[in-house]
């Protein structure tokens, strides 16, 4: 009865080969564009993307609405992940189940690029797409080697958004233009109404995310990663740089979220409990939509060593490389990154528009709240971290946690996170 | 083990259990089969292999590479000890309270339904949920710390500090699971024929007595079923510690897990030949400890 | 029904540490109960008690959403379909673990032991290329089919059939029934609470999975409900009110579900009391 065991087990091996097989073979099937007698039976392209807000989600279905009356031909589907979006992504590109177009974030596209699974879009492009109106620094996030493989749906940079209210308590009359201004006011905001030993509002909130501050090191003339891809924070402009956060917090006029029992930076700035954030766009809606009271009012990341810098936030639309309906693929993304479909979506107000263009049609480039914003987008360092973006992500929150905390050295975590970092990193390329 | 001599325990005659049993595990064995263990022996074959999976599926035979990586990952050491640490009081822990809820439970209180209700709560809340809510408790003013000062205690900063982050997983996994294996105990307890109580009664013996020498041996089995799956359970730590600390498992490492590694593996670095080998090292520190612990709660009378 | 065989002599501590207990169990479940009914901003000052009491969050969801009802549709069909064929099968595996003679049934317990050893994340990607090449992706039986069997309760039934006195199996094979009509008619009816504690577990599990559906299930009308409700997460922001909402919508038929097979771990104890 071993023998039936083992026989049992051949069995299914040889099923379980049989499928993998299968599987290895599938994506060879044929990538002839879509058959000619096509006007009849209109296409249905697959988007997939994440989801938001109810009423963006309903902005956005409107957009593509507009697409289907303009492109009778072709029907969206569009397939919205509802969490882990790209594990969930990367999982159907390797099954080859990817929708046909998608958004892509650009903190993740330089390792999607370079895995080939992107259609590169130059031939596409026409002269009347007018690509010179996007923004120079987010087409750039989605290059590599000169060619193109998405276009830039919308962005957000940061900005210093400041609480009115508490400026004028505190005899402010003008936002801080420097970082060093901008550590005298934090300190001139930090209060303890009811004098109980606990701060009621600090004065500037902060994320210590990896995300947040790479402007900083670059302040200085450091940089999260060098050239061959491998993480360098631990220099020492890089620490020089980050000190300027570090210092405040632990000086108690700057706190994070958790400290003051909130979730987000945008959280504590709404309830008042930090006078200062530096946020994005998508703080905008949010503040306005959640807490309609409060006087706030925006204004550029102050100036560190006399140079402007921020980060910038991108997100693109790109094509499966396998996708079976390409031209109207192009098609779908053509729209949504025109001047019209860019414009109706950018309405919405969440996210700024990646073409020039859009922003002044939008009067963004003139909007109390959101020039700093635009501004911003001319000077700032787009979040990217070459091709193994999350181990360099990870080592550095992982360890300047506990470097903010005190509980060690800043030099030391940063050596520490960079070392598990480019561990990772060489232990993958091997 | 495959070579024992049948011999049927069903004293009926001429009844073969041989095929029965066969047929009884059928549809076990061919969804299994399928659906979990063709997954596993992929899984160990790319143990074997540099596998690329974007743009196309590639392997490449490395032999051992994969497995010697581990031993030079400081991580995974790392992660290791956090998960043994964690597997270590939490399983206990929530053995314990989840036998002792149900003892009581069983043993015929006021508004015993109310009781049973209220302390299964914390399962059927969504873990998603659960987390958030256990964010807001865990914050630096939050919940727990003021019910800490309250009572004099000293208070942490769960969320953050290294010395305490796991600490706080640990009491909100305690917590969340017992009820799941409350429940399981309660079940058993039904099975426990009354007979054995009423005969013991006879002889004398008091409660405690006969909890002791009649339920906790009657339950045997099924406290090799709750351990097993605790250890299981705990070694596979995942969610928590990847909402709490963002997916880094930071401050400083403190909420590393394995399945963690395991995870960033497979789908940040698409390094599954290197994620299999982890999860090879994890089955079989988890089939030790299972069959280890078999060991210890006694034969079952099979 | 009731054991009078526990004199509680500290009787009133008893109470009290239960009643201590229930609050640790309930205040989490409150303050989700009452944040689904509060705006966002009032949520996020962390208040117990809603100031402006709303059920615009509920609204949202149930009538801002078109396809609401086929989630809700969707998970009840996939629970419904998941628990009859795991509490039929995994009944099967594990008593025919614990009680019959066959070989290989120790190498097919470690089997179940390892399989549950391995963990999710290693395998999802294998098992989406598997039901790729099914033809199964963003199908119910890829969803139903993978998810009948679960090794998790092969091994908790065959714990309890271990116990199981054995003197009525033995009786009923003298009276000529053979092992499948026993199991049937004699092994089932007596492992009603385990089968309880199975059923309320695994509607469960099916209710609350996550990993799988959101990997294989593509278009909104497949959607389970966690799926459904969890698009309300924005990419910087999340909609705290909506996701209490949602996470409510969501708890409250396990929570019936519960409430009617809790009666099983009662009422059976008269019922196997007079045997054994």
Redesign the interface.
Request: no cysteine.
């Given at each position: 009865m071993v023998y039936r065991d083992l026989q049992f087990f051949v069995l299914m091996i040889v099923s379980f080969l049989c499928v993998m097989s299968c599987q290895v073979r599938m994506p060879q099937i044929d990538w002839t564009i879509s058959p000619l007698g096509q006007s009849d039976r209109p296409i249905t392209l697959k988007l997939g993307g994440w989801g938001s807000s109810p009423s963006e989600q309903r902005l956005f279905q409107t957009v593509l609405t507009t697409f289907e009356a303009t492109h009778p031909h072709i029907r969206v589907k569009f397939e919205t992940v509802a969490d882990q979006y790209m594990d969930v992504l990367k999982t159907r590109l390797i099954g080859d189940a990817a929708p046909d177009v998608f958004f892509l974030d650009s903190f993740e596209a330089p390792s999607l690029m370079a895995n080939q699974v992107l259609e590169p879009l130059n031939a596409y492009l026409t002269p009347d797409f007018d690509l010179a109106d996007f923004e120079t620094t987010l087409l750039a996030a989605f290059q590599q080697d000169s060619i193109l493989y998405g276009l830039p749906k919308d962005c957000s940079s940061l900005a210093l958004f400041y609480n009115k209210q508490a400026f004028a308590e505190a005899g402010i009359a003008q936002p801080p233009a420097t970082w060093d201004e901008l550590l005298a006011d934090a300190q001139r905001l930090t209060r303890d109404r009811d004098q109980n030993g606990k701060i009621d509002q600090y004065g500037l909130g902060i994320l210590p995310d990896l995300a947040r501050l790479v402007y900083l090191m670059r302040a200085f003339g450091g940089a999260a990663i060098d050239p061959q891809g491998k993480a360098t924070f631990a220099s020492e402009a890089a620490l020089k740089g980050l000190n300027l956060i570090v210092q405040p917090y632990q000086d108690r006029i700057a706190a994070r979220p958790p400290d003051v029992g909130t979730s987000s930076g945008t959280e504590m700035f709404g309830q008042g409990k930090a006078a200062m954030v530096i946020e994005g766009n998508w703080a905008i809606p949010f503040l306005q939509e959640t807490f309609p009271a409060l006087p706030f009012a925006t204004a550029e990341v102050p100036r560190i060593q006399d140079q402007s810098g921020t980060m910038v936030y991108t997100v693109g639309y790109v094509m499966n490389r396998r996708s079976q309906h390409k031209p109207e693929a192009w098609e779908l993304i053509r729209y949504l990154t025109g001047k019209t479909g860019m414009a109706l979506w950018a309405k919405g107000g969440s996210a700024l528009p990646s073409r020039h263009s859009v922003a002044q049609q939008l009067h963004y480039d003139r909007d109390p709240l959101r020039s700093a914003l635009v501004a911003g987008i001319q000077y700032a360092t787009p979040w990217q971290l070459g091709q193994y973006p999350t181990a360099i992500m990870n080592s550095f929150n992982n360890q300047f946690i506990s470097a903010i905390l005190g509980e060690q050295p800043l030099r030391q975590a940063l050596q520490r996170a960079e070392d598990s970092a480019n561990q990772q990193i060489q232990a993958a390329e091997q | 083990m495959l070579k024992r001599r049948r011999r049927s325990h069903l004293t009926t005659p001429g009844i073969r259990t041989e095929g029965a049993g066969y047929l009884l595990m059928a549809p076990a064995i061919l969804g299994l089969g399928f659906f979990t263990i063709a997954p596993i022996l992929f899984a160990i074959f790319l143990s074997f292999q540099k596998v690329k999976l974007l743009g196309g599926i590639e392997y490449e035979f490395v032999g051992l590479r994969n497995f010697a990586r581990l031993a030079a990952d400081d991580r995974l050491w790392i992660a290791l000890k956090n998960t043994a640490e964690y597997v270590a009081i939490v399983v206990p822990a929530q053995t314990v309270l989840a036998l002792a809820l149900a003892a009581t439970l069983n043993a015929g209180i006021k508004g015993q339904n109310i009781w049973r209700i209220l302390f299964f709560l914390p399962t059927i809340t969504s873990s998603a949920v659960l987390t958030l809510i256990f964010m807001w408790i865990y914050n630096a003013d939050g919940l727990l710390n003021q019910a800490l000062a309250l009572v004099g205690l000293p208070t942490y900063n769960w969320l953050s500090d290294p010395n305490v982050a796991l600490k706080g997983i640990m009491i909100m996994n305690i917590w969340s699971t017992a009820p799941f294996f409350m429940v399981i105990y309660l079940a058993a307890l039904q099975d426990i024929p009354r007979s054995l109580y009423e005969s013991a009664e006879i002889d004398g013996a008091n409660s405690w007595q006969q909890f002791r020498y009649i339920t906790l041996p009657q339950l045997r089995p099924v406290t090799f079923f709750v351990v097993a799956m605790g250890v299981i359970g705990t070694f596979q730590l995942f969610d928590q510690s990847y909402i709490f600390s963002g997916g880094s498992g930071g401050p400083n490492n403190a909420t590393l897990t394995v399945v963690l590694l395991i995870y960033q593996s497979v789908f940040r670095d698409l390094q599954l030949g290197y994620a299999a080998a982890i999860a090879f090292l994890l089955a079989i520190v988890i089939i030790t400890v299972t069959l280890i612990q078999q060991h210890i709660f006694g034969q079952e009378s099979t | 029904m009731?054991?009078?065989?526990?004199?509680?002599n500290f009787r009133w501590v008893?109470?009290v540490l239960?009643g201590v207990?229930?609050i640790?169990?309930?205040?989490?479940?409150l303050?989700?109960l009452s944040a689904s009914f509060k705006?966002?901003?009032e949520i996020?000052?962390?208040d117990f008690f809603p100031h402006h009491f709303t059920l615009d969050n509920y609204r949202?969801i149930f009538l801002?959403q078109p396809l609401f009802l086929r989630w809700l549709f969707n998970s009840v069909f996939i629970a419904v379909c998941v628990t009859v064929?795991n509490l039929?099968?995994?009944s099967?595996?594990g008593?025919?673990?614990?009680?019959?003679?066959?070989?290989?049934?120790?190498?097919?317990f470690?089997?179940?032991?390892?399989?549950?050893?391995?963990?999710a994340?290693?395998?999802?990607?294998?098992?989406?290329?598997?039901?790729?090449?099914?033809g199964w992706?963003n199908s119910y039986q890829g969803m139903v089919?993978?998810g009948?069997?679960n090794?998790?309760f092969?091994?908790?039934m065959r714990?309890?059939f271990?116990?199981?006195?054995?003197s009525l199996?033995?009786a009923a094979?003298?009276d000529g029934l053979?092992?499948?009509q026993i199991?049937w008619y004699i092994v089932l009816p007596?492992a009603k609470?385990?089968i309880?504690?199975q059923a309320?577990?695994i509607f469960?599990g099916s209710w609350?999975n996550?990993l799988l559906p959101?990997?294989i299930l593509?278009?909104?009308e497949m959607?389970t409900l966690?799926?459904?409700l969890?698009?309300?997460?924005?990419?910087?922001?999340?909609?705290?009110n909506?996701?209490?909402a949602a996470?409510m919508m969501?708890?409250l038929p396990?929570?019936g579900l519960?409430?009617f097979f809790?009666r099983?771990?009662?009422q059976?104890?008269t019922f196997?009391?007079?045997?054994?």
């Open positions: - | - | 009731k054991f009078s065989i526990h004199p509680f008893l109470y239960l207990y229930a640790v169990t309930l205040i989490p479940f303050w989700a705006p966002l901003s996020i000052a962390g949202q801002e064929l039929l099968f995994n099967m595996a008593y025919a673990l614990a009680r019959l003679q066959f070989r290989g049934k120790q190498f097919w470690l089997v179940i032991l390892a399989v549950l050893a391995v963990p994340q290693v395998t999802l990607i294998p098992t989406f290329l598997i039901l790729k090449s099914f992706l089919i993978p009948m069997i090794a998790t092969i091994f908790m714990q309890f271990i116990n199981f006195p054995r199996e033995e094979a003298l053979n092992t499948l199991f007596l609470p385990a309880a504690a309320v577990f469960m609350n996550f959101v990997v593509f278009e909104p959607f966690p799926l459904g969890n698009t309300f997460k924005g990419q910087y922001i999340s909609y705290w909506y996701i209490m996470s969501f708890t396990m929570f519960y409430i809790n099983y771990f009662i059976s104890v196997t009391g007079g045997k054994g």
